[in-house]
């Protein structure tokens, strides 16, 4: 499954926030950092499970942050209510 949100974050900032949060969880829901780039950080969890966060500006402004994992899309979102949201204006709605 793969969900996206958009931050006000840069994504320096949501990548370390990644490592934060999903190294700190609780073991069951607990992932290790496998790999990292500037653009994505990617964790395993139980039973081997792959979870990859990764990010890119935003047109219109902000960080755009997607997440892809089989089993892991609650601990994902999450993970993104964490995140400063980008303010919802009429001008992002109408385009």
Do not use: H
Request: hydrophobic share 40%; glycine share 12%; proline share 7%.
């Amino acid at each position: 499954m793969i969900q996206e949100t958009r931050t006000t974050l840069e994504p320096a900032e949501v990548l370390a926030a990644a490592k934060g949060f999903f190294t700190r969880r609780n073991p069951i829901y607990g992932a290790f950092l496998e790999k990292e780039g500037p653009t994505y950080v990617s964790f395993r969890g139980q039973g081997g499970e792959e979870l990859v966060i990764g990010v890119a500006p935003a047109d219109g402004g902000g960080t755009l942050v997607r997440g892809s994992t089989y089993l892991f899309d609650q601990q994902i979102g999450r993970f993104f209510s964490t995140l400063p949201p980008v303010p919802v204006t009429f001008e992002s709605v109408v385009q």
